[in-house]
C-alpha cells in the first residue's frame, strides 16, 4: 500500500509513499512532495528543491493535525528513512519501521537501530 500511495507524488526523482498503522488500522499516510499551498513542482533543473518534504515527514505531521497519536505504531515506507526523518520517527513514538528499499546513505537506520526502533528491510516487486 505504501508503494501505492507514493504513485500520489509529483516528485519525479524519485516517489516515496508511508502510512503509520497502530492497531491495525492506517492512522495517517504521506508522500514525498511540497508544502501545501506551493506548485507540485519538486525538482528544478534536476534538482530537488529544498523544501520539499519527505513522506515520513508528511504523515507524521499529519498525525500531529489530528486528535491521534504515533505511540508504538508501525511506519511502513518505500524508502529508507534519512537521519532527518530518522529523529521525527523517534520523538513521533514509532516502534517499528518497515522499509522496501535501501538508500545509499545508511545514517537514518543506524540512529534507529540506536534508539531501539525494530527496523526491517521487506523488499516488494516493483509494478
Known amino acids: 500500500m505504501a508503494r501505492i500511495w507514493s504513485e500520489n507524488s509529483y516528485c519525479q526523482r524519485r516517489q516515496v509513499g508511508a502510512l503509520i498503522v497502530k492497531n491495525k488500522m492506517i492512522i495517517s499516510d504521506g508522500y514525498n512532495g511540497t508544502p501545501s499551498g506551493f506548485e507540485n513542482i519538486c525538482e ?6 529544498p523544501y520539499v518534504l519527505h513522506a515520513e515527514a508528511n504523515a507524521i ?3 500531529a493535525r489530528s486528535g491521534n497519536n504515533s505511540e508504538g ?7 529508507s528513512p534519512c537521519i532527518e526523518c530518522a529523529k521525527l520517527i523517534i520523538q513521533a513514538g514509532i516502534k517499528r519501521v518497515v522499509y ?11 540512529l534507529l537501530r540506536r534508539a531501539n526502533i525494530e527496523v526491517e528491510l521487506m523488499p ?4
Open 100 to 110: 522496501a528499499r535501501d538508500y545509499r546513505l545508511t545514517d537514518g537506520i543506524d
Open 61 to 63: 505531521t499529519k498525525i
Open 73 to 79: 505504531a508501525t511506519l511502513y515506507v518505500t524508502d
Open 124 to 127: 516488494i516487486e516493483e509494478k
Open 44 to 49: 528544478e533543473n534536476g534538482v530537488t528543491k
